[in-house]
Nanobody, 120 residues
Framework: QVQLVQSGGGLVQAGGSLRLSCAAS????????MGWYRQAPGKQRELVAA??????TKYADSVKGRFTVSRDNRNAVYLQMDSLKPEDTAVYYC???????????????WGQGTQVTVSS
């Protein structure tokens, strides 16, 4: 069973930067869509950014111009977060799906989550 291992995150002041990384436990086949969701206390989980192996990307409007999602050729996904705001505070989850549709759901593979806290 494929697992996703996340790293990065932590505490940063507003205006600062953080980088999240996520790697799948296998490189035997290509995982077409990988990305990041986040969930703040009392709020629904929302898609932050995602990318396909073909280079297509999707971003939440709230992070466009500040966050950058990238892939490598070994089933890993990264999220560079710049100009962070307190409202970016949430648990960030890596997600992977074999389809190249940039769509994720209960049948997708989910990481364990990592806390990102932005202080004002």
């Amino acid at each position: 069973q494929v697992q996703l291992v996340q790293s990065g995150g932590g505490l940063v002041q507003a205006g600062g930067s953080l980088r999240l990384s996520c790697a799948a436990s296998t490189s035997r086949f290509s995982i077409n869509s990988m990305g990041w969701y986040r969930q703040a206390p009392g709020k629904q989980r929302e898609l932050v950014a995602a990318a396909t192996t073909g280079g297509s990307t999707k971003y939440a409007d709230s992070v466009k111009g500040r966050f950058t999602v990238s892939r490598d050729n070994r089933n890993a996904v990264y999220l560079q977060m710049d100009s962070l705001k307190p409202e970016d505070t949430a648990v960030y989850y890596c997600v992977a799906d074999p389809r190249d549709l940039l769509q994720f759901g209960p049948t997708s593979i989910w990481g364990q989550g990592t806390q990102v806290t932005v202080s004002s």
